[in-house]
């Protein structure tokens, strides 16, 4: 929260004011996030997979969280992205894809 002498607590999250890309705000490459996902084995199911339900899920999860990371909901996203309750991984493949991603939005490129 943002503590002002004129007035109320505003909240910088919910108002949007404050957010800026490279400081609390991250471009991400969702696809080179994903393609590292992948490269994790957490790769898409095979048709005849039998944990082919479980890993689309996985794969749902992790760019949902990559798109609140990208909004700067960065608590939030690992949250969610390493629940093994809730289809999640473990958080050395979270940070090498969260790390594919931002970097791949630093060079430019943003899906």
């Known amino acids: 929260m943002t ?3 004129e007035g109320p607590a505003v909240n910088s999250r919910w108002t949007l004011s404050g957010l800026r890309p490279g400081v609390n705000v991250d471009k991400i490459d969702y696809d080179a996030g994903m393609n590292k996902l992948t490269e994790c084995g957490w790769g898409p199911p095979g048709n005849h997979s039998a944990d082919k339900e479980e890993r689309h899920r996985t794969r749902q999860v992790v760019l949902y969280a990559l798109q609140r990371w990208a909004r700067g909901e960065e608590v939030s996203a690992e949250y969610g992205a390493i629940d093994r309750n809730f ?3 473990d958080m050395t493949s979270w940070r090498m894809v ?3 991603a931002v970097s791949g939005g630093a060079r430019g490129r943003r899906h």
């Open 87 to 89: 289809y999640g991984i």
């Open 98 to 100: 969260l790390a594919a």
């Open 3 to 5: 503590y002002s002498p």
